[in-house]
């Protein structure tokens, strides 16, 4: 199976720091995303690359950018962190079919 | 564009009772469609999946037929567990593109 590793599990900035949430995966998938996930709206994707150095907005990409110099990298970047960017954060990769997801990025903006 | 729909939860079943959660779908073509389980304090994980009209999909009891004419992937399972307590997602991949889209999420709770 694939395995999608997040850098860090729980996460506390303050207001206005630039965050960077680290995502790898250990197959060759071309496919990764990043969405987020909130109360009574489920998973909202934010951005997703279908090969390096692309990348494409998902449905609520602002406020965030993101990175993908090598293929088994996928970083998402908060330039200015504010509190309604608080959130469980969850990066994804995809083959052909299904998507392999990591376990999360509990974030708080205070 | 695509978009999901789910039933709403939290849905509280005994154990060994009948499980159905609901989930709709507007797509344009032919979707792939899944299934994801969230387990307390985990990532998502493929449940079951279906990639054509009248597929059916299963996975540890769990099952789900993909409907084109209703354009329904209700999710059923005959007799839950404690530990199917989790959060359900449905989700559809439009075969032109390879992003998901979820539903909201069903949080079920099964109690003894």
């Known amino acids: 199976d694939v395995k999608v590793t997040q850098s860090s599990r729980y996460l506390v900035k303050r207001t206005g720091e630039k965050v960077f949430l680290e995502c790898v995966q250990d197959?060759?998938?071309?496919?990764m995303f990043w969405y987020r996930q909130d109360p009574g709206l489920g998973l909202r994707l934010i951005y997703f690359?279908?090969?390096?150095?692309?990348?494409e907005k998902g449905d609520i990409p602002e406020g965030y950018s993101v990175s993908r110099e090598k293929k088994e990298r996928f970083s998402l970047i908060l330039e200015s962190a504010s509190t309604n960017q608080t959130s469980m954060y969850l990066c994804a990769a995809r083959g052909r079919t299904e998507a392999f997801f990591g376990q999360g990025t509990r974030l708080t903006v205070v | 564009g695509n978009s999901v729909t789910q039933m709403e939860g939290p849905v509280t079943l005994s154990e060994e009772a009948f499980l159905t959660i609901n989930c709709t779908y507007t797509?344009?073509?032919?979707?792939?469609l899944f299934w994801y389980v969230q387990y307390p304090g985990e990532g998502l994980q493929l449940l079951l999946k279906?990639?054509?009209?009248?597929d059916k999909g299963s996975n540890k009891g769990f099952e789900a037929t993909y409907r084109k004419e209703t354009t329904s992937f209700h999710l059923e399972k005959g007799s839950v567990q404690v530990s199917d307590s989790a959060v359900y997602f449905c989700?559809?991949?439009?075969?032109?593109?390879?992003?998901?889209?979820f539903g909201t999420g069903t949080r079920l709770q099964v109690t003894l």
């Open positions: 690359s279908y090969d390096v150095k692309m990348k």
């Open positions: 279906a990639t054509k009209a009248d």
């Open positions: 989700a559809l991949s439009d075969p032109a593109a390879s992003k998901l889209t």
């Open positions: 797509a344009t073509g032919y979707p792939s």
């Open positions: 197959m060759d998938h071309e496919n």
